[in-house]
C-alpha cells in the first residue's frame, strides 16, 4: 500500500469515528466533535473541488450541511 493510499485510509478511520463518538455522546462535547468533523470535511472538499465530478458536488454540500445541523443541534442541547 502506498503511503498516500495508507494516511488516506487512516483519515477516514479518524473521521468515521469521530462521527461515531460525536453522534453518541450528548450534548456539547458530541457537537463539538461533529463541528470538527464539518469542518475536516469543507476542508477536504475545498482543496479537491476542482477534481470532483459536478454530480459529486451537490452529495459533499448536503453531508457537510447534515453534519453541521445536527453539530448545532446537539450544541443547543436539542439531541
Known amino acids: 500500500m502506498r503511503r498516500s493510499r495508507g ?4 483519515l477516514v478511520i479518524v473521521i468515521g469515528g469521530l462521527t461515531i463518538a460525536g ?3 450528548h450534548g456539547p462535547v458530541g457537537g ?7 469542518a475536516v ?5 475545498v482543496g479537491a473541488w476542482g ?3 459536478p454530480q459529486g458536488r451537490p452529495v ?3 453531508i ?16
Open 7 to 10: 494516511l488516506a485510509l487512516l
Open 23 to 25: 453522534l453518541a455522546v
Open 32 to 38: 463539538v466533535l461533529l463541528l470538527i468533523v464539518a
Open 41 to 45: 470535511l469543507v476542508t477536504l472538499s
Open 51 to 53: 477534481r470532483i465530478r
Open 60 to 62: 459533499r454540500i448536503l
Open 64 to 79: 457537510a450541511a447534515v453534519i453541521l445541523g445536527l453539530a448545532i443541534a446537539k450544541l443547543a442541547n436539542r439531541l
